[in-house]
């Protein structure tokens, strides 16, 4: 029988995603999507929705209890740039709905979880390029400490209290379906927007800028594969390095370029790109491939088609 389950901030921009191919995976009726607002018709669309706040222990509880879930995916949480801005609210986000998810597990009311890391757990000490899975992490943002702390936590649980915990260390994820928010890789799928739109970007990263990203149908083949990996060949149990693509934003540009010819962009880096120069510029995945046969893949050019053509379906 199917496993029975719950998306907890399914209407963002891994969330809508997720949903859509578990449900294509599971059948409809056996993944519940669940945010604070609704999602695009797609989703709402598709199977059961639960308006939920992720910080309520006592609701998540109870949507548990009434369709029997057994897995959770906690995809609610405040990203990076928007952190920065509302530190306090942030911080309780993002940790109050991790360890409400936790605690469900370690009461044996559900089997699995899955919560999503990033490479915001890393800080300017840490070695920039081909970050390994284990090394130096002093994060200077509050969405990194938040990040980090949690990783922390979901080791100490499965130690502790054998809790089922996977987690994925995302880097910038770039889709043409959902809009991400408040995070300080947006500007590698806002210019695809702009690009057809306009022929134009101005970008909030300088153009030197080197991030780790990954196309979304990556990270949705990702988040699947290690959630149905049998549990002893997981030997982390904090957060998967996961690497992808690497690049900046002149190669990007270029990227574009050579499928829209016109397309103009410039530079006014803001509050972002300190952020931005904190993090890793490549990251190493080797344990991920090791562990549960991890291959990403989407290049650049390859997700630069995608993402044109996707878009363009969507007109
Ligand atoms: C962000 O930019 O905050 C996120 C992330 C890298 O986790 N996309």
Redo the contacts with the bound molecule.
Sequence with gaps: MAAKILIIGACGQIGTELTLALREKHGEKNVIASDIREGNDDLMQSGPFEKLDATNYKAIEDIVMHYEVEEVYLMAAM???TAEKFPMRGWNLNMDSLFNVLNLAKDKKIDKVFWPS???VFGPSTPKNDTPQTTVMEPTTV?GIS?QTGERWCEYYHHKYDVDVRSIR????ISYKTQ?G?????YAVEIFHEALAKQAYTSFLSEETALPMMFMDDAIRATISLMEAPAETLSIRSSYNLGGISFTPKQLAESIEAEIPEFKIDYEPDFRQP?ADS?PSSINDEQAQKDWGWQHEYDLEKMTKAMLDGLKSLK
Excluded at 170 to 173: A, C, F, K, R, S
Aim: glycine share 16%; proline share 10%; charged share 10%.
């Design positions: 990203l990076s740039a990033s490479i915001a969405y990040k995302y880097p910038g994820l991400p408040g995070g300080t890789t947006d952020i993090w």
